[in-house]
């Protein structure tokens, strides 16, 4: 059984989703990369969510965002689903587009973490063999420097959604400036953030010349087909870390805090599977709030 998510207010997380059998269903072209930007900033704007850094990849995306209102199931829900329906309509499809598995969640306890999951997020094309530099990647990619906040107007996409329904004409992804390194100006951040990205790329651009190995090439990216999938072996099961934290102390109380939510949940959740329904279930319980009415303790992200 697979343990509940605690879901507070505050929290940032890492989140990734992939496609099923690692396929190429978001291969990038103008209007894939118009639709995951449409639902991206339908979904943050509905649920009220913090988009700081998003890089699609052809078989999965990830994007580092913080969840100010504890809202974040209903912003996955929206956006997975949408882009699901979307994509499949571009291509006549009707097939699962995401792999069975939940998308994966990390909660990025302190500041050095967000910003690690920054630059491990915008060097995603470069570490994974695409292109050299991150900002020659052909799908959706925010720059390093929109960090410190801009934000992209994009209009509603010509297919899945009816031109005289409810969904507007046009929508802004908003990127917006993490709560991290206080002492830095929002230009100070982005400068700092591009210079993080650039060194990790320029690292691994040696770590490929030292092995022998060569990039992809956006036009080889652009060649494959969407049924297409990686020739590597995917890892299996290998560990999913549910919290990440540059110090120890934080990784260790933040772990600590998880176990006790998991305990007092699975305890509230006996008692309310024998009839008490007047039992409160720990803060940061999303499920059996909203969709069982359960009562909940309030809380937010320490």
């Known amino acids: 059984m697979t343990a509940p998510r605690q879901v507070l207010p505050g929290r940032s997380y890492l989140i990734t989703r992939r496609c099923t059998q690692r396929q190429f269903w978001l291969l990038p072209s103008e209007l894939t990369n118009q639709i995951v930007t ?55 499809r009707w097939e699962n587009l995401w792999a069975s598995e939940p998308p994966n969640v990390v909660w990025l306890v302190d500041d050095a973490a967000v910003l690690d999951k920054l630059v491990y997020c915008l060097a995603n094309p470069v570490s ?47 990127i917006e400036r993490p709560a991290i390194c206080p002492h830095l100006s929002d230009a100070e951040l982005a400068d700092h953030v591009q210079e993080l990205v650039a060194r990790r790329e320029a690292e691994i651009r040696d770590e490929f ?52 939510f998991w305990m007092g949940h699975r305890e509230a959740l006996l008692l309310w599977r024998a009839g008490d329904r007047d039992v409160e279930f720990p803060a940061g319980t999303y499920a059996m709030r909203v969709f069982h009415g359960a009562a909940c303790a309030s809380g937010s992200s320490p």
């Open 38 to 92: 449409y639902c991206l900033a339908i979904g943050a704007a509905r649920a009220e969510i913090k988009l700081h850094a998003i890089c699609v990849l052809s078989n999965h995306y990830h994007a580092v965002i913080t969840d100010p209102k504890g809202r974040l199931p209903q912003f996955l829900h929206w956006v997975n689903e949408y882009i699901a329906k979307c994509v499949n309509a571009s291509y006549g």
């Open 128 to 174: 994974s063999g695409l292109v050299p530099h991150g900002s020659q990647w052909p799908g959706l990619r925010t720059s390093p420097r929109d960090v410190g906040g801009t934000g992209y107007e994009v209009l509603r996409p010509p297919i899945f959604f009816r031109e005289n329904g409810p969904m507007p004409v046009s929508a802004t992804l908003a």
């Open 209 to 260: 010349v030292c092995s022998g190995r060569r990039f992809l090439g956006v036009k080889a990216v652009l060649r494959q087909q969407p049924s297409d999938s990686p020739n590597t072996i995917e890892r299996r099961r290998s560990l999913s870390p549910r919290v990440v934290a540059k110090s120890k102390r934080s990784r260790v109380e933040a772990l600590l805090r998880l176990k006790s």
